[in-house]
């Protein structure tokens, strides 16, 4: 079956970048997403990016898409205390049920 | 709009006994999910429905575990009988986007 893979740890300082990455193997995919699990909370959407896509930006979100490598990356400019959470990669298929990475967990030093 | 909204946040039960978690998913939105969150295993989908109608319950791991949709505004997961196993936190998420803040399950 499809499978998403992350490593589970990236340590950074404040005001560095972040770059977090995953790895997918369904050739199919459409869709690849970034979700974020602060601690006690839900998943919260981030961004998302269509598989025809290779780059997509939102404010300090820069989301990198290798369609050929099935690699993704979610880059965080300036990285700030509050950026500290589990970062989720999810992919899908049209509209079949989103594939979770296990996640990584960002922590941001002071 | 509330978003999503799960009841209880926390709930701790004895093996044995029912256990029911609730959904109030974003009004207008035609999809539901449940998944299971562990430490071991991640984020696993257990059932998601569309127009309230369950469209793949393989995710369920057994035959303790169903779920209904009795209407657009509300889902239940319940779990008869409970094992300490199913320990884990549960969310709801409506749409792909939006999800609740979960139920932290304990069976003891």
């Known amino acids: 079956g499809e499978d998403v893979e992350q490593s589970l740890f990236l340590s950074v300082r404040e005001g560095d970048s972040s770059v977090i990455n995953c790895t997918y193997t369904?050739?199919?995919?459409?869709?690849l997403y970034w979700y974020k699990q602060e601690p006690g909370a839900g998943l919260q959407l981030l961004t998302y990016?269509?598989?025809?896509?290779d780059m997509k930006q939102d404010q300090r979100l820069t989301v990198l898409l290798n369609k050929k490598d099935k690699h993704l990356s979610l880059r965080i400019a300036d990285t700030q205390t509050g950026d500290s959470a589990i970062y989720f990669c999810a992919e899908s298929e049209g509209n079949t049920p989103l594939v979770f990475g296990k996640g990584t967990r960002l922590s941001v030093i002071a | 709009d509330a978003g999503v909204i799960q009841s209880p946040r926390h709930e701790v039960t004895e093996m044995g006994q029912e256990v029911t978690l609730r959904c109030k998913p974003i009004?207008?939105?035609?999809?539901l999910f449940w998944y299971r969150q562990t430490m071991m295993r991640g984020l696993e989908l257990l059932i998601y429905f569309n127009n309230n109608v369950p469209i793949d319950d393989s995710g369920m791991p057994e035959d303790r575990f169903s779920a209904k949709m009795p209407n657009a505004s509300f889902s239940t997961l319940k779990i008869q009988p409970s094992e300490p196993r199913d320990s884990a936190v549960y969310f709801c998420?409506?749409?792909?986007?939006?999800f609740g803040q979960g139920t932290r399950l304990t069976v003891v």
């Open positions: 009004s207008g939105h035609n999809s």
């Open positions: 998420a409506s749409t792909r986007a939006f």
């Open positions: 990016i269509f598989s025809n896509m």
């Open positions: 369904d050739s199919s995919s459409t869709y």
